[in-house]
């Protein structure tokens, strides 16, 4: 009976282990560059990158602009936003891909 629960509970955690994390929130625009992000990096407002307070760097998130259905995927490559109520900082290439400037409403979800 024991060992039925153990082997119950690992496939509850492991069916839980490869699911996506999502959260809801504004994100923002932002692009520096030539300068250096948290990772190390060049920044390039021209690729599909964003910087997040806790996705590890070189993740992928989707990115789901609540307003239009539209969706981009894009790598951490930095930390942010710093500004209270905002959930993720893309790159321009990155927000016009999901049709704004500015600010949204999105929902990023790690894969």
Avoid: W
């Amino acid at each position: 009976m024991i060992a039925r629960s153990c082997v119950a509970a690992c496939l509850l955690c492991c069916s839980f282990a490869g699911a996506a994390l999502a959260e809801s929130g504004m994100a923002s625009v932002y692009g520096y560059d030539g300068g250096k992000t948290a990772s190390g990096e060049r920044a390039n407002p021209r690729a599909l990158t964003a910087a997040h307070r806790t996705l590890p760097f070189g993740s992928t998130a989707k990115v789901t602009n609540k307003n239009n259905g539209r969706v981009v995927y894009v790598r951490i490559n930095d930390r942010g936003p710093f500004t209270r109520g905002r959930i993720i900082d893309l790159t321009p290439a990155a927000a016009r891909q999901l049709g704004f400037d500015g600010l949204a409403s999105v929902t990023v979800s790690s894969m």
